[in-house]
Structure formats: structure tokens, C-alpha cells
């Protein structure tokens, strides 16, 4: 097996992934590639403290983001600028949007780079749970009333709420019902 290209994955098992002080690791598809790792049955990853990550997943390589995550944590990754990296071909936008169905709990503290949680946002579609903490470069949830619908609850602080952009106010009233300030 050579960089992930064999057909052998040695955790095909794996569900649950903490990756804690991993200075190096930029890309979790890629650390999984270069282990040969699959992330078959991956759901649930929570990363902390890793100084150089910058996006979890690239759909550019042969590690796709895995189609059953559902719950996602991220603490402390001061240079991470998005979650989900998407090739510009409309194979790739496609693929991103049929690998991620189930995300339902995505918790964000102290990303101070990050930008965006990535697209199409019917990659959210299931999405119940949000909290955002310190990530103040995150201005636009990538939620529409269709994919909101499963929303439940949003936590974070009243200045990150308050400084949101909507592409409609309508869309904004509605969500308020799930939101509870964090201080």
C-alpha cells in the first residue's frame, strides 16, 4: 500500500477520531490518505490544539469527507480558514453534497481564521446542533429555510449573532427561536 492507494484500509472500523497536538497535520483527508486510512464508518471527529490544520477535508484528493460524520468539534486551530475545501468542477460540488448527509452537531471554539463552513449548503441539511465560540471571521451560516428545517438549537455569543449576514431577514426571525446567547 502506497499513500492510501491500496485497497486495504487497516481501521475500517474507526468511528470515533481525536486529534490532539498534531502540529504538522494541515488536512485531515490527508493524513488519512497518507495512513491509508478510509474513514468508512467515521462519525464522530473532534480536533484540538493542531497549530497548522487550515481545512478538515479536501475533496481534491482520493479521501472524500466521510458520508456518515455526524458530529464534528474543533477547538484551538488558530489557522483553520474552512472546514470543507470544494474543487471548482460541479463533479466535485456533487460529490462534496452526496458524502456529507448527516452532519448533526458541529461545535466551533477559538477558530479566529475561520471563514466558512463550507458549501453547498445542503451539506447541512441535517444539521441540529451549532455552537460557535471565538470564531469571529465567521459571518454567513450556510443554511437556506430549506436546510434549516432541522435546526434546533444555535449557541454562541450575542456579538458573533448580532454581526451575521442574511440573505433575508425572514430567514434570520426564524432561526432567532433557536438561538441561546453564551457568554
Known sequence: MEGGSGQFDPLPNLEYLDLHFVYNLKCVSHFGLYLGLRFSKLRHLHISKCASLTCLFNDGG????????????????HQLVE??????????????????????????????????????????????????????????????IQTSKNIKIIEGESKWWSQLEWDDDNFKSNLERCYKELS
Not at 460540488?93 to 458541529?106: F, H
Not at 463550507?118 to 446542533?129: A, T
Open 62 to 77: 482520493a479521501c472524500s469527507v466521510p458520508k456518515h460524520l455526524e458530529e464534528i468539534t474543533i477547538s484551538n486551530c
Open 83 to 144: 472546514l470543507f475545501v470544494q474543487c471548482s468542477s460541479s463533479d466535485q460540488a456533487t460529490l462534496i453534497n452526496s458524502e456529507i448527509p448527516r452532519v448533526r452537531k458541529l461545535e466551533l471554539y477559538e477558530l479566529p481564521e475561520l471563514g466558512t463552513l463550507g458549501e453547498p449548503q445542503s451539506m447541512w441539511e441535517h444539521l441540529e446542533e451549532l455552537t460557535v465560540i471565538d470564531c469571529d471571521r465567521l459571518r454567513k451560516l450556510p443554511l437556506s
